[in-house]
Nanobody
Framework: QLVESGGGLVQAGGSLRLSCAAL????????MGWFRQAPGKEREFVAS????????SFADSVKGRFTISRDNAKNTVYLQMNSLKPEDTAVYYC?????????????????WGQGTQVTVSS
């Protein structure tokens, strides 16, 4: 129901924009989040956005470099990643939870995508 795209290989300092399309249902009343998981590490929170785009939250590690946005008419959420670093390398997952949630607990989220690989070379 959630399909991520936009991952790939990029050099350090470069940019990527990830997209998360909701298929089969709408998520207009859901908080949408992005998480990532690097090899050998636990899944970690990256960013989230409220259902009408008025609340955004970011992990300290990406503040000032990543932005999150959504287009409810297209049922799509975006993660713009700038000034990428090798430590941003991970599989990035899109997730959704109904209602308002601004925390970073992945267990709260009900819906998950399959993930998209982001690799940043040094």
């Amino acid at each position: 129901q959630l399909v991520e795209s936009g991952g790939g290989l990029v050099q350090a300092g470069g940019s990527l924009r990830l997209s998360c399309a909701a298929l089969g249902r709408t998520f207009n009343r859901h908080t949408m989040g992005w998480f990532r998981q690097a090899p050998g590490k636990e899944r970690e929170f990256v960013a989230s956005i409220g259902w009408n785009g008025d609340r955004t939250s970011f992990a300290d590690s990406v503040k000032g470099r990543f932005t999150i946005s959504r287009d409810n008419a297209k049922n799509t959420v975006y993660l713009q990643m700038n000034s990428l670093k090798p430590e941003d390398t991970a599989v990035y997952y899109c997730a959704a939870v109904r209602g308002v949630y601004s925390g970073s607990d992945s267990s709260v989220y009900d819906y998950w995508g399959q993930g998209t690989q982001v690799t940043v070379s040094s």
